[in-house]
């Protein structure tokens, strides 16, 4: 395969964003990262769309050549892929894949979803749909309590404690506050965060990802092309997607998530790297526990260490392994379809030294953690500076 | 690339299957794909599944990683392909893309619908989803009305007559009865078909797919390690995918279809044939007016003359360019995710010669057209016997 590179991307903020619709954020994501390659729409050569549930949330379904024609891009293979919340993750393995191989030199890839048009207990039955519905959703489950199971569990087999849990959330917050794209621009104090609204025991709402509207696109190129449109191209180092079994039941163990382990394995591999060369990382913090299972799943620290590890400081901005410098799912915000494609962004942004006041010091290496569902998919990409 | 090969085939009967859910349909078809091949599922490197609105119709989502670990094949990347009617056209093409790059080997492509658990305007609401619902859904239109469009404007445009149409459907019906799989197997009369239950003025009920449910799934090797499975692989000799806007009114002649033109263009140059040199297809006739534009837009027959070829036999299983032997969508059954693999599946019968009295007497060079909407996707594939 011969290497891929990022030279462009846009976002739209995350948020509810009642004047926006599924169409106009995706577009507004694509010309924003078309601009930053300083590229025409005419350039593209095929269109990979993220999206997990389009038609449910506002009706809308054959979303990818629907924004491909609205970007000026009707003709290429526009297509959308869904692996619930690994949707745009998803998108970009495929993308990745295909330039790659050679078969196209420019694409983009997009991701978006458009959630806040619909009621809280709309969108859990909506999210349920990435659970197994004749299994652990018929039975009562909603993501918050499946997480809630693990966050159990992990507890019980390792000693994790509320005040680990939420020392995620008020690091993830005090990022978040700092990122003018975030959806959640409010510092929490760890008292706070033990004393939220109880979700699902042992996660509040300090635990629990937000509901977000958001897009965001990214275009990619054969690395040896990439000095054409930028000089600040990031390169694909590796990457992997891997899958599990849908239904919580089914895993052996719920403190890990096979199908994150095995995905990090083959991209270590593939970029010849291992967790100590990672600089930063944005992880799939869907609820704060999921934070601390993949900083155990990628090796940033020992099997049932995550808690501690957390609550250490060590994933702070100015700590040794910064996670979601961008305020994570939990604080930037979480329209699902988009995060994938969002994560490569804000690593984009960091190793282009563009992040301002939330900037890590040494940001050469950087990796993107996209989780489906309760661990069905997994999409781990390890991006480097040109 | 590398040539590609069709290793192995499986499908379902297409039809209301009340005893069967989406996962259980979706298995069927993997193992029956599997034990063609002679596979055992562990062999499998990736998974690639068309499906249009599972979640819409049944809940269910996040179906790739669903049905991949239901057939024993948890851990490979697990993908959902969504381009509408041809979502699993979409998954075929990402899939022969994969393999001739060398990404993988063996995998496996399915496609899935579950209908006919919903009431009829339900039905219609979900699909128009697939078109524009901001702008053409809005206004009124539902599919059947966006091709009764399509085909008024071909009558006045080219004198094609609601004959022309009846005789697809005649030729669907009588070809249908012969498919031991197909939902419907009944003969119908041009006289029958001229007098069916108006739907959207001139289409009939007979002018009109079947809502059904069903599943497909096939095996892609590469074309040089096909002989190790079977000896009757089917070599992948072009296929391209392609896009156009999604709505109807935004198009610049709604009597063909640019998309299916662009990717036929591709898929003979990639091929090395032509119209002449294909011997029979499997076109997209989710309504009698398609499969007539289908077979001008794959140059079959000259623009504006698919009514006249249609109605002169030439694409009755014993006419010069058999068309839709297995039934079409129109017979055969339309469960909208499963039909772009199952056309592949259907090609496949006749290439083998296995299609007992619809066997067409040479079967060299077969051809499969799968629509998106109302043409915002195409794909393209041609098929050839090893």
Chains 1, 2 share one sequence.
Not at 50 to 76: D, R, T
Not at 111 to 119: F, I, N, P, R, W
Request: with cysteine.
């Amino acid at each position: 395969m011969r290497p891929v590179a990022v030279i462009g991307i846009g976002k739209t903020n995350f948020g509810a964003l009642a004047d926006q619709d599924i169409r106009s954020m995706a577009v507004e994501a694509g010309q924003k990262a078309l601009a930053d390659a300083k590229l025409e729409p005419k350039q593209i050569e095929a269109f990979y769309l993220g999206n997990f549930a389009g038609p449910s949330f506002v009706g809308q379904n054959h979303l990818a050549p629907y924004i491909a024609g609205a970007l000026g891009m009707a003709g290429v293979p526009a297509t959308r892929f869904e692996a619930a919340c690994a949707s745009s993750g998803s998108a970009f393995f495929h993308a990745v894949s295909a330039v790659g191989a050679g078969m196209y030199d420019l694409v983009m890839v997009g991701g978006v979803e458009k959630m806040t048009s619909q009621t809280t207990p709309k969108v859990t039955e909506i999210l349920a749909g990435a659970g197994d519905l004749c299994g652990e959703v018929k039975a009562g489950a909603t993501f918050p309590a499946l997480f809630a199971m693990i966050a159990r569990r992990h507890m019980h087999q390792y000693g994790t404690t509320r005040e680990m849990l939420a020392a995620v959330a008020v690091k993830n917050h005090g990022n978040g506050a700092k990122n003018p794209q975030a959806h959640m621009k409010k510092v929490i104090t760890m008292e706070q965060a033990l004393n939220g609204k109880p979700i699902a025991e042992p996660l509040t709402v300090f635990d629990c990802s937000l509901v977000s509207d958001g897009a965001a696109a990214v275009i990619l190129a054969p690395l040896d092309r990439a000095h054409e449109f930028t000089s600040q191209g990031c390169r694909v180092l590796g990457i992997a997607q891997t899958s599990d079994q849908v239904a919580l039941d089914q895993k052996d163990d719920i403190t890990e998530f096979r199908a994150v382990k095995a995905a990090a394995e083959k991209a270590y591999r593939m970029a010849g790297v291992g967790p100590k060369d990672i600089d930063l990382a944005e992880l799939h913090d869907c609820f704060t526990i999921a934070e601390i299972v993949a900083s155990e799943d990628l090796g940033f620290t020992k099997k049932g260490e995550g808690g501690p590890y957390a609550l250490s400081g060590a994933t702070c901005i100015n700590g040794e392994k910064p996670i979601n410098t961008s305020g994570g799912l939990k604080a930037k915000g979480h329209p699902v379809g988009a995060t994938g494609v969002g994560q490569i962004c804000d690593l984009v942004i960091q190793l282009r030294g563009q992040a301002g006041e939330r900037q890590v010091k040494k940001a050469d290496i950087g990796l993107a953690q996209n989780l489906g569902g309760s661990g069905a998919t997994a999409v781990v990409t390890i991006l480097g500076r040109n």
